[in-house]
């Protein structure tokens, strides 16, 4: 009859556990997703790069990261219009805080590596 209690206790405790687990899990996620950028001003300066408008590209990017300078698309727009512009500095740290705040970007992990292996 103990035994039964017990089981029922542990099992009663891990559902608990992983229930938080869980709630931590949610509750961290969406305080490091960072809302998106105006879509027509981002279009804009996803224009300005295929057109190799790369100085527009460039004032557009800082524009939205004044608005929100948790905005990961156009901090690696901004990192990519840097690197192209031969600002290799600027593109490397503007890459590494994206990294830092999202470990497994492979397209700040790329352009990161490109600033690198262009200096």
Do not use: W
């Amino acid at each position: 009859m103990r035994s039964f209690s017990t089981k029922r206790s542990l099992t009663k405790l891990a559902v608990g556990g992983l229930t938080t687990f869980a709630i931590c899990l949610l509750l961290s996620a969406t305080a490091f997703a960072a809302p998106r950028s105006d879509g027509k001003v981002q279009r804009q300066a996803d224009r300005a790069l295929r057109d190799g408008d790369y100085q527009a590209a460039e004032k557009i990017f800082r524009e939205l990261l004044s608005k929100n300078p948790h905005d990961k698309e156009a901090r690696l727009g901004l990192s990519f219009a840097l690197l192209k512009q031969r600002q290799l500095q600027d593109a490397y740290d503007h890459a590494a805080r994206v990294i830092l705040a999202d470990p497994l970007s492979a397209r700040a992990h790329a352009l990161l590596g490109s600033a690198i292996l262009a200096g």
